[in-house]
T-cell receptor, first 114, second 115 residues
């Protein structure tokens, strides 16, 4: 089992460029999440998708869009990258039934915006 | 919104020493989780706690869900070099469903172990 797979692992963008971070999970989880991690800030939720066909804003959604393409895939798009979006991005997934709260993370995408 | 205060921010210890870290909140949580993150990787779940007062162990790790439901601690006994990493606490306020079911993360405790 691959678990949660994120691509790319590293990316450098110029201010104003756009890109899409890809995420796929093979655990048949209903819910998927995008977090960003900044030094001293912990993990902050950008967007989440509680189930296929739904997406909702998290704590820091500005400057991002998401697409839940199907049950497996949840992408994060930066339409016009800004230096403030330099961060490490993590995708995560979990089962949504009952109170199963265990979140499984991908290995991250390190993004630098110059 | 809810916040978790995790302390200490960092720890430098000698191999073999015990470690203790904790998280506190002004809000009540239904679930507490502890994660470990190694360099270049995503966080990995160590322990999950579901009931106030619950004490759970995973090898040399022990975590407790505070009686008030507003705090949790993680202890690591007899630390070894591979314990190095960042440890995060995370809490869930409500049952799954809607934003209340989302996890809130502490800012992490960076652990360094000197051989």
């Amino acid at each position: 089992n691959a678990g949660v797979t994120q691509t790319p692992k590293f990316q450098v963008l110029k201010t104003g460029q756009s890109m899409t971070l890809q995420c796929a999970q093979d655990m048949n989880h209903n819910s998927m999440y995008w977090y960003r991690q900044d030094p001293g800030m912990g993990l902050r939720l950008i967007y989440y998708s509680a189930s296929e066909g739904t997406t909702d804003k998290g704590e820091v959604p500005n400057g991002y869009n998401v697409s839940r393409l199907n049950k497996r895939e949840f992408s994060l798009r930066l339409e016009s990258a800004a230096p403030s979006q330099t961060s490490v991005y993590f995708c995560a997934s979990r089962v949504s039934r009952g109170t199963n709260e265990k979140l499984f993370f991908g290995s991250g995408t390190q993004l630098s915006v110059l | 919104g809810q916040q978790l205060n995790q302390s200490p921010q960092s720890m430098f210890i000698q191999e073999g020493e015990d470690v203790s870290m904790n998280c506190t909140s002004s809000s009540i949580f239904n679930t507490w989780l502890w994660y470990k993150q190694e360099p270049g990787e995503g966080p990995v779940l160590l322990i999950a706690l579901y009931k106030a007062g619950e004490l759970t162990s995973n090898g040399r790790l022990t975590a407790q869900f505070g009686i008030t439901r507003k705090d949790s601690f993680l202890n690591i006994s007899a630390s070894i070099p591979s314990d190095v990493g960042i440890y995060f606490c995370a809490g869930q306020v409500g049952d799954y469903g809607g934003s209340q079911g989302n996890l809130i993360f502490g800012k992490g405790t960076k652990l360094s172990v000197k051989p």
